[in-house]
């Protein structure tokens, strides 16, 4: 996998493959922000299509100190925020409604979205196989079953935990690795 700048140069001459790396570089991140925004799978689904189609039409305009994985998240927020807000607008009845339903969260959402860009990039860094194991374990809506998860990484049901303190354990050996930016 190559850096963000030198995939944004390839996608700008047309590479698919450029990409097709980009966006499973960050599709999670993207689909993560707008779930932990509280919209549901197909509403942040929506958000990942908008967020890179938004992409695709501002490739021209980022230079090489780009961070590609901090300007999805502002725009991917942004949209979940509006989607929330239109939503929210539909429901409410009286203006006060909508500082009733807004979110409190009293932590600090620049680190929780630098935490999960850290986090993504350490998934990343994973073999194919580890990282789907990690995502259905720890990152599905609702929590599967081994059972489930054997069938789908075609693994019996006595090796998911072994299998699963290995990559683990890579992850992070990845994650020592590159020091969080906050």
């Known amino acids: 996998m190559h850096d963000d700048w030198t995939l944004i140069q390839a996608c700008r001459r047309g590479d698919?493959?450029?990409?097709e790396q980009i966006v499973a570089k960050y599709q999670r991140l993207v689909y993560s922000v707008a779930l932990n925004l509280g919209l549901t799978n197909d509403d942040a689904s929506d958000i990942v299509q908008i967020t890179f189609g938004i992409l695709l039409?501002?490739?021209?305009?980022?230079?090489?100190?780009v961070r590609l994985?901090?300007?999805?998240?502002?725009v991917a927020r942004r949209h979940t925020?509006?989607?929330?807000?239109?939503?929210?607008?539909?429901?409410?009845?009286?203006?006060?409604?909508?500082?009733?339903?807004?979110?409190?969260?009293?932590?600090?959402?620049?680190?929780?979205?630098?935490?999960l860009e850290w986090l993504n990039d350490g998934l990343n860094l994973l073999d194919p196989r580890c990282?789907?194991?990690?995502?259905?374990?720890?990152?599905?809506?609702?929590?599967?079953?081994?059972?489930?998860?054997?069938?789908?990484?075609n693994m019996p049901v006595g090796s998911i935990g072994p299998n699963r303190a290995r990559c683990l354990a890579r992850l992070k050996q990845?994650?020592?690795q590159k020091p969080r930016s906050f």
Do not use: C
């Open 131 to 153: 990282r789907e194991l990690l995502m259905l374990l720890y990152f599905a809506k609702e929590p599967l079953p081994y059972s489930d998860v054997a069938q789908r990484l």
């Open 81 to 115: 925020w509006r989607l929330r807000q239109r939503y929210q607008r539909e429901i409410a009845h009286d203006p006060d409604d909508l500082i009733e339903q807004a979110p409190h969260d009293s932590h600090n959402p620049f680190q929780q979205w630098d935490t």
């Open 57 to 65: 039409q501002s490739l021209h305009s980022f230079d090489e100190n």
């Open 16 to 19: 698919p493959l450029a990409w």
């Open 174 to 176: 990845h994650l020592t």
């Open 69 to 74: 994985g901090g300007w999805l998240i502002t």
